[in-house]
């Protein structure tokens, strides 16, 4: 089962704090919507992670962007990071995107994710399995030449 949306209802009421807190930010009404995580407990704790300063980016690629666009990350922008459930959890600014090939992720790149998948290995062992089954429906599958792009954010709202 995918991630529930948040409601406008919800998405207004966390902006509203969102700019109270950051005066002179430049927050929209219509902001990209993101949830990490593949099931409830998951992007419960990457919402926390991303709070606490813990997770500082995240990754995706290209193939998923062009049947996606509203996925795709630009510099910049706000995005509303909300849990499985659909509730807003936090406020990010992108500050940075990488592009590079999947084979060319490294250590130094996955140091920005969650504790746990910070090893290269363990950051494969969990983006292989989650990119190849949205990939499937595009025909496509994670490959050496698989363009990746590295999204450094940080958190703006709330801050620890």
Known sequence: MPATLPTPAAVKSFLDKARAALPGAEIGDSLRQRCIGFDTVSANRI???VIEGEK??????PWLHKAHPQM??????YVLLHNYDGEPRALLHTRAL????FKDVNGTHTAIDGPSV?????WRNVHVPY???????LGKTVSDDMPVIVERFTCVFPKK
């Open 47 to 49: 919402c926390d992670y």
């Open 56 to 61: 500082v980016g995240t990754f995706s690629t």
């Open 72 to 77: 795709k990350p630009e510099i910049g922008e």
């Open 98 to 101: 990488d592009l590079m090939p």
């Open 118 to 122: 910070r090893p290269l290995e363990a």
């Open 131 to 137: 990119w190849n089954g949205l990939l499937a429906p």
